[in-house]
C-alpha cells in the first residue's frame, strides 16, 4: 500500500498508539487497521494527501459509498468508530486543527425511492465498456449481467460459471440466507458472458484453484466490492454521467425498468428474492406518480376551482 507520506505517517503513528498504549485485542486491532487502511486509500483516491485536508463532505461520502457497496450499518458504525478515534488521536497530537468526524452521524435506515438510471444512461455506461482489452470485456459481461437479472453485488461477485444455465437463459443465484433463485438472463448478456469466457477469463486464471468464480480479478480469484465499486466509477467517467452511482443502483435500475415497461409486480418479487412485495413496491415509485398525475389532471374533483 503506496499513500502520500503525511497519510502514511500518521496512520502509522495512530496504528502504534493503539497497538502499545490501548491494549487492544489482537482481532480488535485488526479491524482497526482495516478500517483505518480503507479510509486513508479512499482519501487518496479523491487526491486527498494527508487527514488534516479531510472535510465532513469527504467523510460523508466515503460512508455513503460504504453503504452503496452493501455494508451493514452495524459495520459503518464500526468504521465511524475506528475513524473517530483516528481523527481525536490527531487532534490530541496537533496534527489537525479541527474533527471533521464530530458532526458525522450514520444514515438512519429508513425507507427511501431508491434511484436508478434510465435507460438510456444505462446503454452509455454499459457501451463504455466496448472494449477489446481483457478487463472491459470482463467488466462489460459484469455489469451486463447485474442489470440483466438485478443482482446485489454479493451475489454477481461469488457467480459461478457452472451457475449461468446458457440453454435456459436462466443463472442460479444464492442471495441473503443462501436462499437460491432463478433469474431470467437476456442473450445480451449472455453473449457477452461466453465472449468474456471464450476470450477474456482465461488471462486472468493464475492457478487452478478459481472455485469456478465467474468474474475473476488479476490474481485469479473472485472479485471484491471494492472493486466492482471502482470499475463503476471508470464507467461513469467514460460515459460521461455526472452523478453518484452505485452497485445496487443496478438492482434499482433493473427493478424500475421493468415495471414500467408493465411488467407483473409479483414477477419482478419472485426475481428479486424478495420474501415480501412490499419492499418490491418501493421500485414502483414512478409509476405512482404518474397515476397522481393522470388523476390531478382528469378527475373533476381533483383540483379546487
Given at each position: 500500500?503506496?499513500?502520500?507520506?503525511?497519510?502514511?505517517?500518521?496512520?502509522?503513528?495512530?496504528?502504534?498508539?493503539?497497538?502499545?498504549?490501548?491494549?487492544?485485542?489482537?482481532?480488535?486491532?485488526?479491524?482497526?487497521?482495516?478500517?483505518?487502511?480503507?479510509?486513508?486509500?479512499?482519501?487518496?483516491?479523491?487526491?486527498?494527501?494527508?487527514?488534516?485536508?479531510?472535510?465532513?463532505?469527504?467523510?460523508?461520502?466515503?460512508?455513503?459509498?460504504?453503504?452503496?457497496?452493501?455494508?451493514?450499518?452495524?459495520?459503518?458504525?464500526?468504521?465511524?468508530?475506528?475513524?473517530?478515534?483516528?481523527?481525536?488521536?490527531?487532534?490530541?497530537?496537533?496534527?489537525?486543527?479541527?474533527?471533521v468526524t464530530?458532526?458525522?452521524?450514520?444514515?438512519?435506515?429508513?425507507?427511501?425511492?431508491?434511484?436508478?438510471?434510465?435507460?438510456?444512461?444505462?446503454?452509455?455506461?454499459?457501451?463504455?465498456?466496448?472494449?477489446?482489452?481483457?478487463?472491459?470485456?470482463?467488466?462489460?459481461?459484469?455489469?451486463?449481467?447485474?442489470?440483466?437479472?438485478?443482482?446485489?453485488?454479493?451475489?454477481?461477485?461469488?457467480?459461478r460459471q457452472r451457475d449461468v444455465l446458457v440453454d435456459l437463459e436462466i443463472v442460479r443465484v444464492f442471495g441473503k440466507g443462501s436462499k437460491e433463485r432463478l433469474v431470467p438472463i437476456g442473450t445480451s448478456a449472455l453473449q457477452w458472458i461466453a465472449r468474456y469466457q471464450s476470450i477474456a477469463r482465461g488471462s486472468f486464471i493464475r492457478t487452478a484453484e478459481t472455485d469456478d468464480i465467474l468474474f475473476l480479478n488479476v490474481r485469479g480469484k473472485g472479485l471484491s466490492r471494492m472493486s466492482v465499486w471502482k470499475f463503476i466509477q471508470d464507467g461513469c467517467l467514460r460515459a460521461g454521467i455526472d452523478k453518484h452511482v452505485h452497485p445496487h443502483m443496478f438492482r434499482h435500475s433493473f427493478a424500475t425498468h421493468l415495471l414500467e415497461g408493465g411488467a407483473d409486480l409479483r414477477a419482478v418479487q419472485e426475481m428479486l428474492g424478495h420474501a415480501d412485495i412490499a419492499t418490491t413496491q418501493v421500485y414502483t415509485h414512478i409509476d405512482r406518480e404518474y397515476v397522481k398525475e393522470v388523476h390531478t389532471l382528469f378527475h373533476p374533483r381533483a383540483q379546487q376551482h
Open positions: 500500500m503506496h499513500l502520500p507520506l503525511a497519510l502514511q505517517r500518521d496512520l502509522t503513528q495512530f496504528l502504534q498508539y493503539i497497538r502499545l498504549e490501548r491494549g487492544l485485542s489482537p482481532l480488535t486491532f485488526q479491524a482497526y487497521e482495516r478500517d483505518i487502511q480503507q479510509y486513508a486509500l479512499f482519501l487518496q483516491s479523491r487526491d486527498i494527501d494527508a487527514f488534516a485536508n479531510a472535510t465532513l463532505s469527504d467523510v460523508r461520502y466515503y460512508f455513503e459509498t460504504l453503504s452503496s457497496i452493501g455494508l451493514a450499518s452495524s459495520s459503518r458504525a464500526r468504521y465511524l468508530a475506528s475513524i473517530r478515534h483516528l481523527h481525536r488521536f490527531l487532534m490530541s497530537n496537533g496534527r489537525i486543527d479541527r474533527d464530530e458532526a458525522m452521524e450514520l444514515p438512519r435506515s429508513g425507507r427511501h425511492l431508491p434511484d436508478c438510471l434510465s435507460p438510456e444512461e444505462m446503454d452509455s455506461f454499459l457501451n463504455a465498456f466496448d472494449d477489446s482489452m481483457p478487463s472491459m470485456i470482463r467488466n462489460r459481461a459484469l455489469f451486463e449481467t447485474m442489470y440483466a437479472c438485478g443482482l446485489r453485488v454479493s451475489e454477481v461477485i461469488t457467480l
